[in-house]
């Protein structure tokens, strides 16, 4: 099973918040059942956190993550479901990266660890969506 892990639980891990041990037993007990990835939009998004972009790609590589493009077809999947959200009036705080994890979770992968099940579970049906709490 591959599992596409959103930029919430790794910024647990990298800031050792409150959450981290949680997001860190949730990674491994992914890996249990197959391989982790990211998309790009994930990997710029904890790129902030990092000096260097080598220092970011030792810290996926440790946490034996994978960097999985994100195709042409998912992108658009991305763009429907985030013209559904605005036609649905939709709160104005999420922006195009929350749905292309989303989006990139769905099309390509099993299921999407994150620690912001709500709103993946709402807008994305049928995407197996797993919490760090739920696995700690």
């Given at each position: 099973?591959?599992?596409?892990?959103d930029?919430?639980?790794?910024?647990?891990?990298?800031?050792?918040?409150?959450?981290?041990?949680?997001?860190?037993?949730?990674?491994?007990?992914?890996?249990?059942?197959?391989?982790?990835?990211?998309?790009?939009?994930?990997?710029?998004?904890?790129?902030?956190?990092?000096?260097?972009?080598?220092?970011?790609?030792?810290?996926?590589?440790?946490?034996?993550?994978?960097?999985?493009?994100?195709?042409l077809?998912?992108?658009?999947?991305?763009?429907?479901?985030?013209?559904?959200?605005?036609?649905?009036?939709?709160?104005?705080?999420?922006?195009?990266?929350d749905?292309?994890?989303?989006?990139?979770?769905?099309?390509?992968?099993?299921?999407?660890?994150?620690?912001?099940?709500?709103?993946?579970?709402?807008?994305?049906?049928?995407?197996?969506?797993?919490?760090?709490?739920a696995?700690?």
């Open positions: 099973m591959k599992t596409a892990v930029s919430s639980v790794l910024f647990d891990i990298v800031k050792g918040a409150p959450g981290a041990a949680a997001a860190q037993a949730a990674l491994e007990a992914a890996l249990a059942h197959g391989s982790l990835c990211v998309c790009a939009v994930v990997v710029a998004e904890l790129g902030r956190y990092f000096d260097r972009g080598d220092t970011l790609a030792e810290f996926l590589a440790d946490c034996q993550i994978d960097h999985e493009p994100m195709s077809e998912t992108a658009l999947g991305a763009a429907g479901i985030m013209r559904r959200y605005a036609r649905n009036k939709g709160p104005r705080e999420r922006v195009a990266p749905f292309l994890i989303g989006a990139h979770a769905m099309q390509q992968c099993d299921a999407l660890l994150t620690s912001d099940g709500g709103f993946f579970r709402h807008y994305f049906a049928g995407l197996k969506v797993v919490s760090p709490q696995s700690s």
